[in-house]
Structures are given as structure tokens and as C-alpha cells.
């Protein structure tokens, strides 16, 4: 398993580095939206801290199904699945692999794109700028980990570019209402304490995590 796992990630590394379609799409995006609420909403006239959480986050998670969407994208225009499916090694390893990947792009565009949100909406940096990281990572995960597995769904399907998002986007809105919730609370644009919200954002992350050691063989099945 850990061979076929490693295979798949490092192919996928390899792609991403040589065509970057991924990591410039995300990033236009993010751009795109970043810029669109900056000019939209002046953070020097207006009050943002108390939609600058929902603002981040909704970025990152549209960004974010770019790169699920684009997970199984090589091995469907390749036709490449059977073989994927069928190569040696348990099937595990290609949810597990994808899964990597994923998170791998969506952290990276979080890393860069955060800094730019918050001198763009002028919003000073959290004193507690680790829990802010842990949240990235932990909203990165949950929402790599539903698309994911949705993503391998869909690439067994003709219609896999529209059942994706019709998929993902009710089941990424725990994340995102989660995610939110915490960020403001770290950020103190509004009351609570954020562990509470961490706490269930990590019970998501790993119902999502479990749930395809039970579903991944009718996925490849199906």
C-alpha cells in the first residue's frame, strides 16, 4: 500500500510542478476574490472584522474545489482509472494519495493567501497566530477530505464535472460554518471561546477521514 501510495503522490507532485495548472488556477481565484471584496468593501470606511472571517474562509473553500475537482482530472483524461484501480497495492492508497495531494495544494494557497487578506482588508494579525494555523490546516482537511471522496465518485461517472460541486458544496458547508465560527473567535470578531468550534471541526475532519475505509471498495466498484 505505502508503494502504490507514494507512486501516486509523487505523480501527482510531478504534473503540479511541471504544468502549475493547479496551484495558478487557485491563486487566480483567490486573487479574484480577494480583490473583489477589497474594492467592494472599503476596510478603511467600512467595519470588516466581523465578515472578515466568513470573507477568508469562503475563498479558500471556493478555491479549494479547484483543486478537488482537479484530483482525479489526469487519470479521467488519460483513461487511466482501471488501471489506477487495478494495479497492485491496496485501493486505499488512491483515496489516501489524493487526499495528500489535496491538502498539500489547498495549505500551500492558504499560506500565501492569508497574509495578503489581512494587509488587504487592513486586519492586524492575531496574537494567537498558532491556533489561526491549526484552523487553516484542520478547514484544509475537512473540506480535501469530503471532496475527495466525492471526487472519486464523480470520476466514475459521464456527468462528473456537474455531480462534484452538487455533492461537495452541501456537505463543505459544516466546514465552513465551523471553520468561521473558530476564526472569529480567535480573531475576536466575535464572543466565545474557539476550542469548542476546533474541537467539532476536528470530529468532522475525522468522520470524514473514516468514512472511506468503510465506503472505498463500492466506490472503485461502482
Not at 24 to 29: C, D, G, I
Not at 120 to 140: H, I, R, T
Amino acid at each position: 500500500m505505502l508503494r502504490k501510495y507514494g507512486s501516486i503522490v509523487r505523480k501527482d507532485l510531478l504534473i503540479e510542478l511541471r504544468s502549475k495548472d493547479t496551484w495558478v488556477t487557485m491563486a487566480a481565484f483567490t486573487l479574484m476574490v480577494v480583490f473583489l471584496f477589497a474594492f467592494a468593501v472599503d476596510p478603511y470606511r467600512v467595519r470588516v472584522g466581523p465578515v472578515f472571517p466568513g470573507i477568508l474562509w469562503l475563498s479558500f473553500l471556493f478555491a479549494g474545489m479547484l483543486a478537488v475537482g482537479r484530483g482525479f482530472e489526469h487519470e479521467v483524461q488519460s483513461d487511466a482509472m482501471v488501471g489506477l484501480v487495478m494495479a497492485p497495492g491496496d485501493r486505499l492508497a488512491i483515496f489516501a494519495a489524493k487526499l495528500t495531494t489535496g491538502f498539500v495544494f489547498m495549505v500551500g494557497m492558504e499560506a500565501i493567501m492569508t497574509p495578503v487578506f489581512f494587509a488587504l482588508f487592513n486586519q492586524p494579525w492575531p496574537d494567537d497566530w498558532p491556533l489561526l494555523g491549526l484552523l487553516l490546516a484542520l478547514g484544509a482537511l475537512g473540506f480535501v477530505g469530503v471532496g475527495t471522496l466525492f471526487g472519486a465518485i464523480a470520476a466514475n461517472t459521464r456527468a462528473g464535472n456537474v455531480l462534484l460541486p452538487v455533492l461537495l458544496v452541501p456537505f463543505g458547508v459544516p466546514v465552513l460554518i465551523l471553520a468561521v465560527e473558530a476564526t472569529a473567535a480567535v480573531l475576536h470578531a466575535g464572543p466565545g471561546n474557539p476550542w469548542p468550534w476546533v474541537h467539532a471541526l476536528m470530529a468532522y475532519d475525522l468522520l470524514f477521514l473514516g468514512l472511506p475505509l468503510i465506503l472505498y471498495e463500492y466506490v472503485w466498484e461502482v
